[in-house]
């Protein structure tokens, strides 16, 4: 599953491209996804596909694909202080991303099937309490794991407001899953190759809505000995005193921070790679290539001696310097498009260095009439160096190419004033940002910790166990 969304460079990139297909909704889950980086939830030396649009798969270790954890956020409908219950939590990122919503009188609970998924995803979940900044911008609820095949669960032990369950369920265990709901929660799990929302409105009824089409594996069916004994779902443990305090004091904190910088709370980060949409259209040049004809001995452009101008031919090879005849209409087109670029340019750089005039590369209509009032003399003289040349090099032609390639740029700078707009880069307008900025939740939750009158154990316990 997943390729739905472009990868992204990074976390918030990645985010952007989920909210501009829509998968993700409403600014809630927007920013409790910005707020947890998805790499950090991958195994070392696996990270490279982290902000892809992908499911990924190490091991044991599983993570489904970003759109599916979004649309599975925004069908949850979380809200703080709810009861969530996650079957098949892995290595815990979708738990710590609602643990955000949930906020600190949730509760938030993640059944694994694998022992060593379920220590990589508590080691996870200390990680992201000692190093990340989400946690002075949103109240947290840590989640609670505990191993083992959640179809051999104690039924009926305990009903939640919000399940969700990772694997598809077949339709025998519909019933025994659905039995962990609240009456009015909400149960999300892929059946029937469909991602589906199920309300339960009253004690034997339901209501049913599918959200996308999705292919998970089967919940995996416990074993005959699996079958004998059955486990029980985390234990919960209200808040202490000490704790209740912490999260009132910060709360009040985090209000002060949000009166005196209003625009914080709301700020949308924007990518670092800034999207530069480069569409460069090449204009269109108009070249001009002379037809020959075998018989035709009219020689190129006349060189002045007195101009003081470098002989043209030089740069040519010694069997060139005697072109051939080049129509009238052909001359005309030629003639008019030289007068078209005479004000951007006079001359064309030769390989060598040299100046060459546009004016000697093609015969005016006097040579032309001058040469053909001599052909009827040449044509008796078989040993003319300029007859063993019946053709003009085509080197001259294609240093015009090469003229016209690279005075493209300018050409569209002054003439195409619209195909200059294509060509710039295109860039989004700035935006508030929160990373990478002095004005952060984290800086300005310290400095305000930091002046309170207390000691300095308490405020490093005011700030999770993190130094100021």
């Known amino acids: 599953m997943g390729g739905a969304v472009s990868a992204g460079e990074d976390n918030d990139e990645l985010i952007d491209n989920l909210v501009d297909a829509e998968y993700i909704k409403t600014p809630a889950v927007e920013k409790v996804f910005r707020a947890v980086d998805r790499a950090d939830y991958y195994a070392e030396g696996c990270k490279e596909n982290a902000y892809r649009d992908l499911a990924w798969k190490h091991g044991n270790l599983h993570l489904s694909a970003p759109c599916i954890y979004s649309e599975v956020l925004e069908a949850l409908l979380l809200q703080p202080g709810l009861s969530f219950l996650n079957l098949g939590s892995g290595t815990g990122y979708l738990s710590t991303v609602a643990g955000l919503i949930l906020g600190p009188y949730g509760v938030n609970h993640g059944v694994e099937l694998h022992e060593d998924v379920m220590l990589y995803a508590c080691r996870k979940v200390r990680e992201f309490l000692q190093t990340s900044n989400a946690l002075d911008e949103h109240e947290f609820c840590k989640p609670s794991f505990v191993s083992g095949n959640c179809l051999v669960l104690e039924a009926g032990s305990r009903r939640y407001d919000r399940v969700y369950c990772g694997a598809a369920c077949p339709p025998e265990h519909c019933a025994f899953i659905k039995n962990f709901v609240k009456i009015g929660g909400i149960l999300v799990m892929p059946f029937n190759d469909q991602l589906v929302q199920v309300r339960r409105t009253g004690e034997n009824s339901w209501q049913d809505r599918n959200i996308l089409p999705v292919s998970f594996a089967m919940l995996v069916q416990p074993s005959p000995k699996e079958r004998l004994t059955t486990f029980s779902l985390p234990d919960f443990h209200p808040s202490s005193l000490q704790e209740l305090s912490r999260i009132s004091i910060r709360r009040v904190l985090r209000s002060q921070v949000d009166r005196e910088h209003p625009t914080l709370k709301d700020c949308r980060r924007t990518t670092p790679a800034a999207k530069k949409k480069k569409q460069a259209k090449r204009r269109v040049q ?17 060189f002045d001696p007195q101009s003081g101008d470098d002989d043209p031919r030089d740069g040519m090879p010694q069997t060139s310097r005697r072109g051939n005849h080049i129509t009238a209409m052909i001359e005309h087109i030629m003639n008019e498009e030289r007068r ?11 390989d060598s260095g040299n100046a060459v005039d546009i004016e000697s590369l093609a015969p005016s209509r006097e040579d032309e009439r001058i040469d053909q009032r001599k052909r009827g003399a040449e044509d008796d003289d078989h040993h003319d160096p300029r007859r063993r040349n019946g053709r003009r090099t085509k080197s001259v032609v294609w240093k015009r190419v090469a003229f016209d390639e690279y005075d493209m740029k300018p050409a569209d700078e002054g003439v195409n004033s619209a195909a200059k707009e294509e060509e710039e880069e295109v860039v989004e307008p700035p935006v508030a940002t929160t990373s990478g900025s002095e004005l952060t939740y984290t800086v300005l939750m310290r400095q305000k910790i930091s002046v309170l009158p207390l000691p300095h154990m308490l405020k490093v316990y005011l700030n999770h166990d993190r130094e100021l």
């Open 286 to 302: 108009r070249i001009v290539i002379p037809i020959f004809e075998e018989s035709d001995d009219s020689s190129g452009g006349r």
């Open 340 to 350: 078209m670029d005479e004000d951007s340019s006079n001359g064309i750089a030769d």
